[in-house]
């Protein structure tokens, strides 16, 4: 694992997973607007160096280049982060990326990596680095999700919506067992968000097709994370327009959302 090391301090410092670009960066950001010391980390060392160099005139910074797709790497990011003598007193889960194509149109291999990152390291993080963040009396974990994992699943994206959905029941979780320990745990569920999320799987041609209302910016996005992890909420569902989808779902038919969801979702398959 490559690392760059500065000043070991004892700060409680908030570790943000796939910090390298996207939502990640701008929560990355917004932490150090608000004086809270960070670790950044993700699997490309260069532009993590990069967004730390911008932060650290404002915040103590720490890197540590990580690929959470190896099942040994969790383990060996919190060994490292203590190895560093810092504590972490807020565990954003942000990491993560989409396959896409129907669920045969890739091997194994690719999904397993994709289900190592978005739910094997999630889940192993959060347990190895909850106890220090409980001891903290003001502990948060912002997960961030999807409005995909509350809504029907799509044509297109097989284990997206599931291990999205994942991250939501594990926050509702999470936060009704530390709840009283001081530990606020949120899910983030955004929508279409300005990021390279769709330039990496391919797919920017065919989302640059939708209207620009759906769209929301990352930095907002990461604003309202922060905000309702501040704030105690458990499910934050950023833009009115994700509200209305999210509360629609509540209201119609399974039957008529899976299949408006399976119409539309096809449009943007990329295979």
Same mark, same amino acid.
């Given at each position: ?18 910090a390298s670009s996207g939502i990640g960066a701008e929560i990355a950001r917004e932490y150090a607007r608000r004086g809270v010391p960070l670790i950044l980390t993700a699997r490309r060392i260069n532009r993590l160096e990069t967004l730390a160099a911008e932060l650290r005139a404002q915040v103590p910074v720490e890197v540590i280049a ?54 094997? /390291? +999630?889940?192993? @993080? %959060?347990?190895? #680095? ?8 003001? *502990? $948060? ?102 509200? /209305? +989808?999210?509360? @629609? %779902?509540?209201? #119609? ?8 969801? *399976? $119409? ?8």
């Open positions: 694992m490559t690392s760059t090391l500065v000043a070991p301090s004892r700060h409680e410092y908030a570790l943000v997973t796939g990580a690929d959470l797709a190896q099942t040994e790497v969790p383990q060996q990011l919190v060994d490292e982060i203590a190895r560093r003598g810092l504590a972490v007193r807020i565990f954003v889960n942000n990491a993560g990326y989409g396959v896409p194509g129907r669920y045969l149109v890739n091997d194994w291999a690719t999904h397993q990596a994709f289900l190592n990152v978005m739910i094997g /390291a +999630v889940s192993e @993080l %959060t347990y190895r #680095l909850l106890p220090q963040i409980r001891a903290s009396g003001n *502990g $948060r974990i912002l997960n961030v999700a999807s409005v995909a994992g509350l809504v029907p699943g799509a044509d297109g994206q097989t284990l997206y919506a599931p291990v999205k959905a994942y991250m939501v029941k594990m926050s509702e979780s999470l936060h009704l067992e530390y709840q009283a320990d001081g530990v606020h745990v949120t899910a983030l569920c955004p929508g279409f968000t300005r990021s390279e999320f769709h330039d990496v799987t391919g797919t920017r041609g065919m989302m640059d097709k939708l209207p620009k209302l759906i769209w929301l910016q990352a930095d907002a996005v990461a604003r309202a994370g922060i905000d309702a992890a501040e704030r105690g909420q458990v499910l934050s569902v950023p833009g009115w327009q994700y509200k /209305a +989808v999210y509360w @629609l %779902t509540k209201l #119609l038919p399974e039957s008529l959302l899976l299949a408006v969801m *399976g $119409r539309n979702s096809r449009k943007f398959r990329k295979v």
